[in-house]
């Protein structure tokens, strides 16, 4: 596609529910970050894949969090036993080469945890 | 450990003003440098990228400038227009990391 897309835009869930946000970066682009952005805060890095590479999972706030990227495109991050502090916009950002080239990001998901 | 601080963390001004947008960074051994602007409910768009070897970066109204020595950059918009009422961040890019530090943003609002 044309940019970065994310899915779902927006999901509400119950706090204990797992929930999966979806991420397509732009294609052919070998990295992809994932970062969390709470109200009013900056943002917060979660974890990084490049090509084949093992991922960066440094930023992981908790084991409940985990993602994976299939076949070096899609990448999905997992959220287990949902919390009312998981709230936040997730958002997804690809680049051809890590370290050197422009970021791109997607809309994001805006998870809400009642 | 690499910290990015931009100043102000809000502005309002009139429209047509120049103004400049700060950011600050601790470690000066850095690869490059990315102005974004994020609008309300929105991602972060890309606007300019200084690599480290570069001063400076041009788009329209927008002029991004870097001086790694002092570990600053300004952003300068020409002629501001409501339309540029964003929250603009800085990230940079530092030597032995691939992941970029995001100050918290400077919440810009250009009233008519």
């Known amino acids: 596609g044309a940019g970065v897309s994310q899915s779902p835009s927006n999901k509400v869930t119950e706090k204990g529910k797992d929930v999966e946000l979806r991420c397509d970066p732009i294609s052919g682009h070998t990295a992809l970050y994932w970062y969390r952005q709470s109200l009013g805060q900056g943002l917060e890095f979660l974890i990084y894949f490049q090509g084949n590479s093992a991922p960066d999972k440094s930023g992981l706030p908790s084991d409940r969090f985990s993602a994976e990227r299939t076949g070096g495109s899609v990448s999905t991050l997992t959220i287990q036993r949902t919390q009312q502090e998981d709230s936040a916009v997730y958002l997804c950002?690809?680049?051809?080469?890590?370290?050197?080239?422009?970021?791109?990001f997607g809309p994001g998901t805006r998870l809400t945890v009642l | 450990k690499q910290e990015v601080t931009q100043i102000p963390a809000a502005l309002s001004v009139p429209e047509g003003e120049n103004l400049v947008l700060n950011c600050s960074f601790t470690d000066s051994a850095i690869y490059n440098l990315q102005w974004f602007r994020q609008d309300p409910g929105k991602g972060l768009t890309s606007l300019l990228l200084i690599q480290s070897s570069q001063r400076e970066q041009t788009s329209g109204r927008l002029n991004a400038s870097l001086d790694k020595s002092s570990g600053r950059s300004t952003l300068y918009i020409a002629a501001s227009q409501p339309g540029d009422s964003a929250t603009y961040l800085c990230?940079?890019?530092?030597?032995?990391?691939?992941?970029?530090?995001f100050g918290r943003g400077t919440s810009l609002i250009v009233h008519p």
């Open positions: 950002a690809s680049t051809g080469l890590a370290g050197q080239n422009t970021q791109y």
């Open positions: 990230a940079v890019g530092a030597g032995g990391s691939y992941i970029p530090t």
